[in-house]
């Protein structure tokens, strides 16, 4: 069965910097964009950034463009997200997602990354 978890959470004075990590398996063939999404406690579940995993195309949401890093390293079926210079307002849970897209924006996408089952999450606290 399809599995993604999410690990690297923690708490983080603002300014500081945390790479979340997200093990995708089972998936056949492997899923073509991986995502980060996060939620803070009484908001919507926003996307934060994505990676076409065949060509490396990456999508940031502007509230963290120039601070967060979308990679991969497809020998290890995982996904990354470097966080840098992290704001109070960037805590919550941090989500992975999979899905099969043709291209274009997938954090723009109406119905992205809801079809396949979602990670657990990890918890990002920044005070």
């Known amino acids: 069965h399809v599995q993604l978890v999410e690990s690297g959470g923690d708490s983080v004075q603002a300014g500081g910097s945390l790479r979340l990590s997200c093990v995708h398996s089972?998936?056949?063939?492997?899923?073509?964009?991986m995502a980060w999404y996060r939620q803070a406690p009484g908001k919507v579940r926003e996307g934060v950034a994505a990676?076409?995993?065949?060509?490396?195309?990456?999508y940031y949401a502007a509230s963290v463009k120039g601070r967060f890093t979308i990679s991969q390293d497809n020998t290890k079926n995982t996904v990354y997200l470097q966080m840098n210079s992290l704001k109070p307002e960037d805590a919550g849970m941090y989500y992975c997602?999979?899905?099969?897209?043709?291209?274009?924006?997938?954090?723009?996408?109406?119905?992205?990354?809801?079809?396949?089952?979602w990670g657990q999450g990890t918890q990002v606290t920044v005070s």
């Open positions: 089972g998936y056949s063939p492997p899923p073509d964009c």
């Open positions: 997602a999979a899905d099969s897209l043709p291209g274009g924006n997938p954090l723009t996408m109406p119905g992205a990354f809801f079809a396949w089952p």
């Open positions: 990676i076409y995993t065949g060509d490396g195309t990456t």
